[in-house]
Nanobody, 126 residues
Framework: QVQLVESGGGLVQPGGSLRLSCAVSGVTFSTLAMGWFRQAPGQEREFVAA????????NYADSVKGRFTIARDNAKNTLYLQMNSLKPEDTAVYLC???????????????????WGQGTQVTVSS
């Protein structure tokens, strides 16, 4: 059974930082590319960042480039998202996902991802 469990969300002031974690089980994590998405109320799921199986390749949405960093620890089967300089428009539920094999890495569509976590709420507000 594949499980993805996000943690680390919360309420933070504008300009603050948070580090999200995603613990993965039931798949061979070290061989799979991973991604982070976010979804605000009434909006579509939005790509945030992706990382290759060994961390050698990363991709970011323009809206978070330079502020967010995706990383992974294959020994711990865990994916991370370091979020700095947070803005109110970053408020959303953040979800991690396991990428399907065989798709171009530049494809940021949610359909390219097979397994999803339940998400963790991030609220940026003063």
């Amino acid at each position: 059974q594949v499980q993805l469990v996000e943690s680390g969300g919360g309420l933070v002031q504008p300009g603050g930082s948070l580090r999200l974690s995603c613990a993965v089980s039931g798949v061979t994590f070290s061989t799979l590319a991973m991604g982070w998405f976010r979804q605000a109320p009434g909006q579509e799921r939005e790509f945030v960042a992706a990382i290759s199986w060994n961390g050698g390749w990363t991709n970011y949405a323009d809206s978070v480039k330079g502020r967010f960093t995706i990383a992974r620890d294959n020994a711990k089967n865990t994916l991370y998202l370091q979020m700095n300089s947070l803005k109110p428009e970053d408020t959303a539920v953040y979800l991690c996902a396991v990428r399907r094999v065989g798709y171009a890495f530049g494809d940021t569509s949610p359909n390219v991802y097979r397994y999803w976590g339940q998400g963790t709420q991030v609220t940026v507000s003063s």
